[in-house]
Structure formats: structure tokens, C-alpha cells
């Protein structure tokens, strides 16, 4: 018996195979969810169907958060297969590549902050509002995925930081206003991983072999393992847990000075 037998997941984000999207959406159709996906655009549409194919699922659905009328359509889109659903998984982080380099403030822009917050954090909440409605009277999850990085400077990952640290604050407040309605929301902090987006990061390869040399457990977490936090979280075994922010780091957040 799976811890989410039963579960349907919406998994907004995947973009690759490296991605922890993918390790979520991986760990959660071994635990019995039933999955759908997103795709940003038709570029991406068929490696995500592939992607959904390996989890016995044909629910890819077209979803770019840029856009308010694409973030209503894929609830209009998902009614079609499924009548409701229990997990809302948002993977998505976006800074315009030339923002993540060098010294935060000789690079931020007025339009590169507010991309990053709008992909970044206002996205979480818009698709939240979107899809209450199919949520409600399942004791649904909403899960999101931060970085240590919201909490402490980190090279080059500048404006990023900042939207991850509105990220965090909307995790809190969407879990006090989703509560009454027996909606959880809650965030992982996972430590680095060369993922995609990642690579947009200048010195991403010094932040992995740094985490690997200093972190208690003396290497770098996985997107298997992000996906297994992921999926206790978003299970009933994880019921009272709520508007928190999960480490998944191997302990790194935790180190003053190695």
C-alpha cells in the first residue's frame, strides 16, 4: 500500500529529467498518485507527454504562469480527466540569466526583480486560487520548493534569493488562508542540484562541491530524495503539518563554519 493511494497530483514544472519536479512526480506515482503535467510551451510538449508516459498517465496539460488566462485554462483543461484532485506541486523559478551573476546590486533591474517574483512566488498563489475549487473536501496538499538562498546571501544567486524569500512568506500566509478549508501548504528547501534551472547560476559547480565537502552527511541530496520529502508531505501521514519550510540538504543549513 502506497502512502498516496488514491492521491491525484498536478505537477507544475517538469522540464527534464534531472529536474525535481521530476524526482517529485517519480516518487509520488510510486506511492499510488495518479499524475497530471504541465508544459510552458509546445517546445517542451512532448518531452513532457514522454515524461507522462513513464508515469502511466496522458494528462499533459499546457500551462505557462506567465499568463493569468493559461493559469485558469489548466484547471478548465484538468476537469476534463479528473473532477478533483488532492496535490498541487509547484516547481517553477525563473531570474533573467544575466541577474545571477556578480554583485546583486550592479545587476538587479526594476524588470528583472518583478520577474522573478511574478514567475518565482506570485505564480504559487495565483495557481492556489485557481484551484481551490477542485481541492475543496479533499484535505489537499500544496507543495512548493525553495533554497537556502532565501534565508542567507549566497553567491550570485541575488534576485533569486529575494523570490525565494517571498516564496517562503506566501507559503505561509496561503497555508492560513487555505486551513480552513483542510488545504495544507508547505515548502522544501532542498540543497543544490544540477538541475536545468540550476545551470543558469554562475559557480553553480563551486556550490555542489562545497555542500559535498562540508554538509554532515559529506555529499549532495537528490531529486529522489527531495521527491521522497515530497511525498510524506503531501500524504495524510503528514496531516498536521502545514505553512512550513522543509530542509532537504543533507544537513547543510544547518553548519555555522567546517
Not at 523570490?163 to 483542510?182: D, T
Not at 531529486?223 to 532537504?248: M, W
Request: aromatic content about 8%.
Amino acid at each position: 500500500m502506497g502512502l498516496l493511494d488514491n492521491k491525484r497530483a498536478l505537477v507544475v514544472g517538469v522540464a527534464s529529467n534531472r529536474s525535481i519536479a521530476w524526482g517529485i512526480a517519480q516518487a509520488m506515482h510510486r506511492e499510488g498518485a495518479q499524475i497530471a503535467l504541465t508544459y510552458q510551451n509546445e517546445k517542451l510538449q512532448k518531452r513532457v507527454e514522454k515524461f507522462a508516459s513513464e508515469l502511466d498517465s496522458k494528462i499533459t496539460l499546457p500551462c505557462d504562469v506567465s499568463s493569468d488566462t493559461q493559469i485558469q485554462s489548466v484547471f478548465g483543461d484538468l476537469s476534463k480527466y479528473w473532477d478533483s484532485f488532492d496535490i498541487l506541486v509547484h516547481s517553477i523559478a525563473f531570474a533573467p540569466r544575466e541577474l545571477l551573476d556578480g554583485e546583486y546590486l550592479k545587476n538587479v533591474t526594476r524588470e528583472g526583480f518583478r520577474i522573478a517574483h511574478e514567475i518565482s512566488s506570485y505564480s504559487f498563489s495565483a495557481l492556489a486560487e485557481a484551484s481551490r475549487e477542485m481541492m475543496k473536501g479533499r484535505k489537499g496538499a500544496m507543495l512548493t520548493l525553495s533554497y537556502l538562498g532565501a534565508v542567507r546571501s549566497m553567491p550570485n544567486y541575488n534576485v533569486m534569493g529575494l523570490a525565494k524569500a517571498s516564496l517562503e512568506a506566501n507559503v505561509r500566509y496561503m497555508a492560513s488562508s487555505l486551513g480552513p478549508e483542510g488545504i495544507r501548504v508547505n515548502a522544501i528547501s532542498a540543497g543544490p542540484i544540477r538541475t536545468l534551472a540550476a545551470s543558469g547560476i554562475a559557480g553553480m559547480r563551486d556550490f555542489l562541491t562545497h555542500v559535498e565537502s562540508t554538509s554532515p552527511l559529506r555529499r549532495n541530496v537528490t531529486i529522489e530524495e527531495v521527491g521522497n520529502a515530497a511525498t510524506f508531505l503531501c500524504s495524510d501521514s503528514a496531516s498536521a503539518i502545514t505553512g512550513e519550510i522543509t530542509y532537504v540538504d543533507c544537513g547543510f543549513n544547518t553548519i555555522g563554519m567546517s
